[in-house]
């Protein structure tokens, strides 16, 4: 929907939607807590969330010291087999956990217990303790719930108003995650774009990208587990010529599913793209037949989470007769969706698939990391001749790339000049551009010299986005 938007309305449907979300929650948690839903078993319960107190009156049953067992199958269309469990009051519930989707590991959550992660084939019994009142269970592998691996624990025979009212309370819009004060970033992503080695020859790229789950800095002093390609808090930038060819090995050292999807190259991608499993690996080859910054990401969905997670980069294709410059940089940006406020690696968890749904980033970030060029800037010099490739890789944020005191000369977007050293399309001389404006998954890359000493802002000039970390700076020297 947001891609049909112009640029210019994509920011105040983004903050009416925002408005319109927070408005939503409000109202749902005032409904239900007047109304204290009497026998709703699906709504999920916790206790830990109860505003009205019913939950609690409800919760205490005698143990009946009888045990219900039950197997569930977790299955590739992301669902639980069977998709509701009986239990009486006060059974504790057993449930053996049998992973039949041959691609993804899954988990089981009901209440305060969860079971591990269990790998594609494998099984596993868990015992989810006394059963008191009727509650949602869930996948907890970010994106899972959201596309509905969920079941319902209807627990019968005991009191009808054990169904907490509040748990809707604790899906009211978070609190922004504060910065942290003071922090610096550990480790600066590299903007810097080495150029070509000069060679009218194909080269053939060979490389390996590993896949893991680790956490990593997204913020000055703030952790996220990402899901990365090598490590890093984007994917590696792979720079190139039109006739390259680029062998890719994807190797899986995750615990879900995971894939890759290059724009570069056109092919059927049925095969190269598909998913693949914790402990496989496969062969993606193709030859760049076009220029562009192309994307890169992680196709498995839900795309928007594995995207969201780190999982995506940047192909530099470049354009033949491509003029020389002083300094070429890369910046990708792309969306940060935090589950907590983490402030060591030990703290950080998944991704916030809900936040991602609901279109509220905590921030928007260059190569992955909020404000990280603020710390390292741009170093350049008067005079100098500087490129940046540019990418939005979303999942779902625009781009307006400015730099604020810089006029772009030159002006390449999606395959295609508009402004060439000052010499627009149509032949004209006296035009200048201050914006490249891309759409997720869009790329290009403008030039530009700095007519004197200062620091230049670069900046998403939506300026929400800016606010919320899509920030760093030209530092330009004589
Ligand atoms: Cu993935």
Redesign the pocket.
Same mark, same amino acid.
């Given at each position: 929907m947001r891609g049909s938007q112009s640029n210019s309305g994509v920011s105040s449907v983004w903050s009416a939607a925002g408005i319109v979300a927070s408005v939503v929650a409000i109202l749902l948690a005032v409904t239900f807590g007047v109304a204290a839903n009497p026998s709703g078993t699906s709504l999920p319960a916790n206790p830990n969330f109860a505003s009205g107190g019913t939950a609690q009156a409800g919760a205490a049953v005698e143990p009946t010291g009888e045990t219900t067992e039950v197997e569930v199958t977790m299955t590739a269309d992301m669902t639980y087999e069977p998709s509701v469990i009986e239990v009486p009051a006060g059974d504790e519930l057993v449930v053996t956990l049998i992973n039949e989707d041959d691609k993804n590991g899954h988990d089981l959550v009901i209440g305060d217990v969860e079971s591990s992660r269990i790998q594609p084939g494998k099984s596993e019994t868990v015992n989810f303790g006394v059963q008191s009142y009727s509650q949602e269970g869930y996948c907890s592998v970010a994106g899972h719930k959201q596309m509905g691996m969920t079941l319902d624990v209807v627990v019968t025979g005991g009191s009808s108003s054990a169904v907490d009212a509040g748990g809707h309370a604790g899906h009211a819009a978070p609190a922004a995650i504060p910065d942290v004060v003071d922090a610096e970033v550990s480790e600066v992503y590299p903007a810097k774009l080495e150029p070509l080695e000069s060679t009218d020859e194909p080269v053939t790229h060979e490389l390996t990208f590993t896949v893991t789950e680790v956490p990593l800095e997204v913020a000055p002093g703030l952790w996220q587990t990402r899901?990365t390609f090598n490590g890093s808090s984007m994917g590696p930038t792979l720079h190139g010529k039109v006739g390259d060819k680029f062998i890719i090995t994807l190797v899986n050292d995750g615990t879900i599913g $995971?894939?890759i999807d290059f724009h570069a190259g056109a092919l059927a991608p049925d095969v190269p793209m598909r998913t693949i499993a914790p402990g496989e690996s496969l062969v993606y080859e193709y030859t760049a037949e076009r220029a562009g910054i192309w994307m890169y990401h992680?196709s498995?969905a839900p795309m928007s989470t $594995?995207i969201a997670s780190g999982?995506h980069g940047a192909v530099i294709i470049e354009p033949a007769d491509i003029d020389p410059v002083d300094h070429e940089f890369v910046i990708v940006q792309s969306e940060v969706y935090l589950a907590n406020e983490a402030h060591s690696p030990e703290e950080a968890e998944e991704v916030n698939a809900d936040k991602i749904a609901n279109g509220t980033p905590d921030r928007v970030v260059f190569n992955g990391i909020a404000n990280q060029y603020d710390q390292e800037r741009f170093e350049v010099k008067t005079g100098e001749r500087v490129r940046f490739w540019v990418l939005d890789a979303g999942p779902n944020v625009p781009f307006a790339f400015h730099i604020v005191g810089g006029q772009f000369d030159t002006y390449w977007i999606e395959g295609a000049y508009h402004l060439r050293q000052g010499v627009s399309s149509s032949g004209a001389t006296d035009g200048g551009s201050q914006v490249l404006s891309l759409l997720p998954a869009e790329g290009g890359f403008v030039e530009l010299e700095f007519p004197e000493a200062g620091n230049y802002s670069v900046v998403n000039h939506i300026m929400s986005e800016a606010e919320r970390g899509a920030h760093g700076y030209v530092h330009v020297t004589d």
């Open positions: 899901w $995971h894939s992680c498995t $594995h999982m």
